[in-house]
C-alpha cells in the first residue's frame, strides 16, 4: 500500500504540472487548496545548534547581499497580499532575530497593511530587549520555541546553556503584550519523560503549548524513523498527569489539534506532521532567506522571486512565478516509514 501511496503522489504531481497556473487573484495549487499563510524567512543563522534542525556548526553563513533586503521582503508581502490573497504572515529563520532591521520589516508591513496578522518564531535569544520594540512597530504575536525547562536537557538539545535567556525572553514578550504567546516544543524521546513539567510550567504562565512530532529536516540526516516520538506517545505521557479533552483544530487549516487540559480554560496543542498528516488541508507558502518560493516542506521544488525581483519584474511577473510555483504543490509528503530528507534542512527553509 505504501507503494502504490507513493506512485499515486508522482502521478498527481505529474498531472497538476502539466496543467499549468490559471491566473487567479489567489494563491491555489492543483488541487484546489489556497495558500493564505506564508511563512519568510530572514535568515538561516541561528545562535542556537538544536540537533533537529542545525549541524553543530551551524549552516553556512549567508552572504548579505544574497539575503532579502527589507524591502525586498515587504514588497513581497504587498504582492502576495494584493495580487495572491494573502491573509497572515510570519516571519522566521534559522533566527529571526539575528536581523538587525526586524524591526523595520515588521514596521514596514504593518505601515503598507495595518490589519494584516504578522507574527514571529524566534528561540527566544535576545528577545527580552527588543520584545517592546516589536510589539510597538506592529507585531501581532509571537511563538518561542522551548523543549525543556530542564537545564541541562536545554543545553544538551540545543549544544548551548541559554535556557535563562530564553524565558527571560517569553517574560518579555508576555510583558510586551504579544498574546497568545506560543511555546513550540519538537516531541523528542530524551525529552519525552518532562513533557509533563513543561506543559504545567506553561499553564502556570498562561502560555499556549504545542508539542511538534519531529521531522526528517534535521542538516545532520540524524532522524530515526523508528524512534520518533508520535503525537499517540506523547497524549499517553500527558494523559498520566493530566485530563485531556480533545477540542479539535481552531480552523480547518491550523496544524495543531488541541485538547482541554483539567477541565480548562488552558490547553494543549499536537502538530502530527508525520502520524496525523494534515497536508490535505495546508494552507502555507514560504520563501526562503535568498527569496525563494518554497510550497511545501519535503519537496525540493522551488522559484527564485529575488532574480525576478533584481532582474527588474514588475509584481504581475513575481505574482505569475508564485502561482506557478504553487500550482506544482504537491498532495503530501510520503508516510514516515519511506519519506526521506529533503535536500534543505529546516534552518535553511524557515518555519
Not at 68 to 85: H, P
Not at 133 to 157: H, K, W, Y
Not at 195 to 220: H, K, S, T, V
Not at 237 to 265: H, I, Y
Request: with cysteine; net charge negative.
Amino acid at each position: 500500500m505504501k507503494g502504490e501511496d507513493a506512485k499515486q503522489i508522482a502521478a498527481n504531481v505529474e498531472r497538476v504540472t502539466l496543467m499549468g497556473a490559471p491566473e487567479t487573484t489567489v494563491l491555489v495549487d492543483g488541487l484546489g487548496r489556497r495558500a493564505r499563510d506564508l511563512r519568510i524567512s530572514l535568515t538561516q543563522a541561528c545562535n542556537l545548534r538544536c540537533r533537529y534542525c542545525m549541524p553543530e556548526q551551524g549552516l553556512p553563513i549567508m552572504p548579505r547581499d544574497e539575503l532579502l533586503s527589507a524591502a525586498e521582503v515587504i514588497r513581497l508581502v504587498d504582492v502576495a497580499v494584493d495580487d495572491l490573497g494573502i491573509g497572515e504572515v510570519r516571519l522566521t529563520g534559522g533566527e529571526p532575530l539575528i536581523r538587525k532591521d526586524l524591526e523595520a520589516i515588521v514596521g514596514g508591513i504593518g505601515e503598507h497593511h495595518p490589519d494584516l496578522p504578522v507574527s514571529l518564531t524566534t528561540n527566544g535569544l535576545g528577545l527580552d530587549r527588543r520584545a517592546a520594540a516589536l510589539a510597538e512597530a506592529g507585531l501581532s504575536r509571537i511563538n518561542v520555541s522551548l523543549d525543556t525547562v530542564d537545564r541541562d536537557l536545554f543545553a544538551s538539545v540545543t549544544r548551548r546553556d541559554r535556557l535563562p535567556d530564553v524565558i527571560a525572553g517569553i517574560d518579555a514578550a508576555v510583558a510586551a503584550g504579544l498574546a497568545p504567546v506560543k511555546v513550540n516544543a519538537v516531541a523528542l524521546r530524551e525529552t519525552l519523560s518532562g513533557a509533563p513539567d513543561l506543559l504545567r510550567w506553561c499553564l502556570d504562565r498562561g502560555l499556549q503549548l504545542r508539542f511538534i512530532e519531529a521531522m526528517p529536516l534535521d542538516a545532520e540526516g540524524a532522524w530515526d524513523r523508528d524512534d520518533y516520538v508520535t503525537a499517540a506517545e506523547m497524549l499517553e505521557v500527558l494523559g498520566n498527569s493530566f485530563a485531556l479533552e480533545s477540542v479539535g483544530r481552531e480552523d480547518p487549516g491550523a496544524p495543531a489539534e488541541r485538547w482541554r487540559v483539567d477541565g480548562g480554560p488552558g490547553t494543549v496543542g499536537i502538530i502530527a506532521s508525520m502520524s496525523r498528516s494534515f497536508c490535505g488541508a495546508c494552507d502555507r507558502t514560504r520563501i526562503t532567506a535568498e527569496g525563494r518560493v518554497r510550497p511545501c516542506l519535503f519537496s525540493d521544488d522551488e522559484i527564485d522571486l529575488r532574480a525576478v525581483l533584481r532582474g527588474g519584474g514588475d509584481d504581475a511577473a513575481l505574482a505569475a512565478a508564485w502561482r506557478e510555483v504553487t500550482w506544482r504543490k504537491s498532495p503530501g509528503h510520503l508516510p514516515a516509514d519511506v519519506l526521506t530528507h529533503p535536500r534543505r534542512p529546516m534552518g535553511a527553509i524557515g518555519g
